[in-house]
């Protein structure tokens, strides 16, 4: 890698601690339903405004020692991972893109507006996880977000990360109908899985949702597996437990944006 090349990832990475900032704003708000722009970030505990020169990704955490500048209570480490894991996605997913590129966007084919595009999308699906995971909820501006990126990458990508218009509409209804009648019949499944899919379908595109889908079974299922036997062996089982099923899609899905093309040409070619 040149140095013009790295200085790209740096200063990738920088923008994207200052996203990381934001991305705090959201986890703690939206599952809260207060507005993420009014008002300016304030400690959760004594309510304080936050001066600019302490609201400084990774470096204000350090010099305030974790504490607030105020009244003191413990600032959580939540805070620079979160700035740290939105810095290395906007330096790491481009980087990623560009050895592997993006589904079935072929690494010579890869645009940086592919980037702009696949760092957007992979910035929601980590938000949909941190948030979900933390609150079983999937906030509906994420779905809509994602919704928008999705159908926004279908008239402005070429290639695309869908096959096209009329996949990414075939996939609104495919993955999101399922969770829907499973919603409704049996549980398990929530009003947010469904919203989620829709999104998922319309960046996709039905032929890799279904990819996605299978991916996140895969992962749902095996963290299934694993969960219930740690619960087993504290000997703390009970019937049902309510796990959240919008982190496995999430990480299914940013598999999705770099693999879900190859995954199913390789599927399909058994069938050759
Ligand atoms: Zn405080």
Redesign the pocket.
Known sequence: MGLMAALKYVVLFVFGLVFGSFFNVLIYRLPRDLSIIFPRSY??????PIRWYDNIPLLSYVILKAK??????PISIRYPLVELAAGLIFAGVPLLGSLWGYTYVPAGQVTPIHDAFAIAAVSIFFLVLVIDFEHQIIPDQLSIALFAVGWLSVLVLRPGFSPGWASSLIGMFVLSAFFFVFALAIGGFGMGDVKLAIGMGALFGWQQLLVAAMLSFLIGGAAAVFFAGYLLLRRRLKARIPIPFGPYLAVASVVSVFFAGRLMQWYLAFFK
């Open positions: 400690c959760p505990h004594c309510k304080k607030c500048r105020f009244c003191g209570v």
